[in-house]
């Protein structure tokens, strides 16, 4: 599997335009990228077969996608560029640091990711939650809030106008 998404990543990231680049991804994921959504290329995946993109998403350039745990972006999601969302990671012990452990993340409808952020594994961004240009996220994020910083922390509650 990611032999084959290495060979459609070189195809993906040297699309000329919005659509082709769509339409690869789909192959990529194996679920039709809706006519809605945009991804800037560069874009990066391990197997991309564990990623869900809803529609009305927005996802700008350089992102890395390590899904082995499994993605799920829902709709009207924006994603800043140079975002990382990694499902994957390594025990503390030496002894089992080269097996996985892989959690899901969620995206939940209308958040914000913002640029050169950095979700980890098993994290649940909230519905119109917003996360800071490079915060590291280690736990969830709940609805309606604004987390920054490094570890990611809760910032203020997002009012409605």
């Given at each position: 599997m990611v032999r084959r998404t290495?060979?459609?990543?070189a195809d993906l990231n040297s699309a000329t335009?919005?659509?082709?680049?769509r339409l690869i991804l789909s192959e990529i994921t194996g679920n039709k990228i809706d006519g809605s959504t945009t991804v800037f290329v560069p874009f990066y995946t391990n197997f991309g077969r564990f990623t869900s993109i809803g529609k009305n998403v927005f996802?700008?350039?350089?992102?890395?996608f390590l899904d082995l745990g499994g993605i799920t972006i829902e709709d009207d999601v924006l994603i800043g560029s140079r975002v990382?969302?990694?499902?994957?990671n390594h025990p503390a012990d030496p002894a089992e640091r080269r097996s996985l452990i892989t959690k899901p993340i969620v995206i939940r409808r209308n958040a914000w990711i913002g640029a050169n952020a950095t979700i980890l594994s098993g994290v649940t961004i909230g519905e119109n939650a917003i996360v800071a240009a490079g915060a590291v996220v280690s736990k969830d994020v709940p609805a309606n809030t604004i987390v920054g910083g490094i570890p990611?922390?809760?910032?203020?509650?997002i009012s409605k106008l």
């Open positions: 290495i060979q459609l990543s335009d919005i659509d082709q680049a996802i700008n350039h350089a992102c890395s990382n969302l990694v499902t994957e990611a922390k809760f910032i203020k509650p």
